[in-house]
Structures are given as structure tokens and as C-alpha cells.
């Protein structure tokens, strides 16, 4: 009986990891079309920000060693950030719907539970749209001014000229449109597009399962993964813990993934099994 009973737990192991693999496999695919096309649309945003934003800085030129006055530089960039509202709203939008109904639609063949569908309908879905691009660019455009406040101050602090300010200030907006590689990250513009749409991805599966509980079925959760050596020690405290109740916090903190900007993991999900 117990040669059996470790049989038997040895292959439900077995499969657990054939469906984490899959889960982040088919993520994986649906998501990379969706990166390229968000990575290029906010490549563009930042390019044409950093354009608009030199060109109205220039008026500053004659008292640049005074521009850490808030309203000098401040009022200037929310101009800008305004004008290029679209470069961002409009892919995070769009993609970012596209994305959620990936996530969803994996996640239902994944529970195997017949007549059961995720749309953009679904009530949730409509209310996360309705607010995602427009908290994701608000964030976008806050770090992007965090990133200048820096540099226009430290340089009125260091007594830099306006010309090699204005070569840093450039060369930053270029940064975050084109690629500098590091490890799966490629530009601050890949950083948001990974991230977002895996925000989206995730997000749908989570709602899913939201509803399925609704109807009063019992689910649980388990922290996924990649599996190699650039995963961070916080994510993989949290694989360790296996299943646990889906309204429990996971050891880092988090109720799911993405732990951070750029994280590749992945929540999986399934029907509550007997202890």
C-alpha cells in the first residue's frame, strides 16, 4: 500500500511539473508578439519625449545652475508628458486587452472544466481595462521625472554646463528606447513591456479563479519559476512553499506574481485537493 500511495505521489509531482512547464511555455509564446509591439510603441514615446522635452529645456540654457526651482523644469516636462499621453496609453490599451484575454483564456483550458469561458465581458476584465493604462503610464511618466529631477540636480549641484546636461539628458531618453542588453531585459522600453503585459497575463488567471470561487469551487495556488539561474532568491522561497490557499500571501509578501518589474514568473492554479 505505501509502495503504491509513494507511486501515486510521485507521478501527481510528475505532472504538476508538466503543467508548470506548459503554464510558462504557453505564457511565454502568447506574450512575445505582444512584448515587440508594446517595446516598439513606447520606444517611440520615450524618443519623442526626450525630443520635446530638450527643446523646450533650451529656454532654460541662460540659468541653468537655478533649474533644481521646480517650476523651471517641472512645468516643462508635464507639457511633454502630456503631449506624448498616446505613445503609451494607447499600445498599453490595446495589448494590454490582448494579454488579458491570453491569460484568461490559458488558464480555463488549464482548470479542464467544460462550458467555462473568459471574455473581455467578463465584469472584471472590464474594470481592470478600464484603469490599467492609465495607472501604468502615471507610474511610467513618474519614474521618467524621477530620472530628470537627478540629473538637473546634480548637475546645479556639481556646476555643470547646460550642454553636457542637455548630452546627459538626451542620452538617458535614448537609453530608454534602445536596446543596452542585460540578462533578459534589453531597454527600459522592453522593462515596461515585459512587465505590463505580464501584469495583464497574470492578472486574468487570478480573476478566473475569482469567479470559479464566486460559484463556490475551492482553489490553491502555487508560486512558478523558470527555473534557471537568474531567478531571485525571493521567488524561489516562494516556489519552495508548493500549494497553498489562493487568499494567502505568498513568503516574499506578494498575493502573486510579478514580484518585480521585469519578474518571469508565474502564478498556477487548481482545484483544491483533499489533505
Known amino acids: 500500500m505505501r509502495s503504491k500511495i509513494a507511486a501515486e505521489a510521485v507521478l501527481v509531482h510528475g505532472l504538476d511539473g508538466l ?16 512584448v515587440g509591439k508594446v517595446e516598439a510603441e513606447i520606444a517611440k514615446g520615450f524618443l519623442r519625449q526626450g525630443e520635446l522635452f ?9 540659468r541653468i545652475l537655478e533649474v533644481t526651482v521646480p517650476r523651471d523644469w517641472l512645468f516643462l516636462w508635464q507639457e511633454v508628458a502630456g ?12 495589448f494590454g486587452a490582448e494579454a488579458l484575454l491570453a491569460g484568461g483564456s490559458q488558464f480555463i483550458s488549464s482548470i479542464g472544466i467544460a462550458d467555462l469561458a473568459f471574455g473581455l465581458e467578463n465584469p472584471r476584465a472590464i474594470a481592470y481595462l478600464d484603469q490599467f493604462a492609465g495607472l501604468k503610464v502615471t507610474k511610467i511618466n513618474a519614474e521618467t521625472q524621477r530620472q530628470l529631477a537627478t540629473l538637473i540636480q546634480n548637475s546645479a549641484r556639481e556646476g555643470g554646463s547646460y550642454d553636457a546636461l542637455a548630452k546627459a539628458i538626451r542620452e538617458r531618453f535614448e537609453g530608454f528606447a534602445n536596446p543596452l542588453p542585460q540578462g533578459h531585459i534589453q531597454s527600459r522600453a522592453h522593462l515596461v513591456a515585459v512587465t505590463e503585459m505580464g501584469e495583464a497575463y497574470e492578472a486574468a488567471a487570478r480573476m478566473g479563479v475569482q469567479d470559479l470561487q464566486a460559484g463556490g469551487l475551492q482553489m490553491e495556488k502555487s508560486w512558478s519559476t523558470v527555473g534557471d539561474g537568474k531567478v531571485s532568491d525571493g521567488c524561489r522561497q516562494n516556489e ?29 492554479y487548481r482545484r483544491r485537493r483533499a489533505a
Open 19 to 34: 503543467l508548470e512547464a506548459n503554464r510558462l511555455t504557453k505564457r511565454e509564446r502568447a506574450l512575445r508578439p505582444l
Open 54 to 62: 530638450l527643446r523646450r529645456f533650451a529656454k532654460l540654457k541662460p
Open 83 to 94: 503631449e506624448t499621453l498616446r505613445f503609451f496609453v494607447d499600445p498599453l490599451e490595446l
Open 240 to 268: 519552495a512553499e508548493g500549494w497553498i490557499p489562493t487568499n494567502q500571501v505568498h513568503g516574499s509578501g506578494h498575493m502573486h506574481p510579478l514580484r518585480f518589474p521585469g519578474c518571469r514568473c508565474a502564478e498556477k
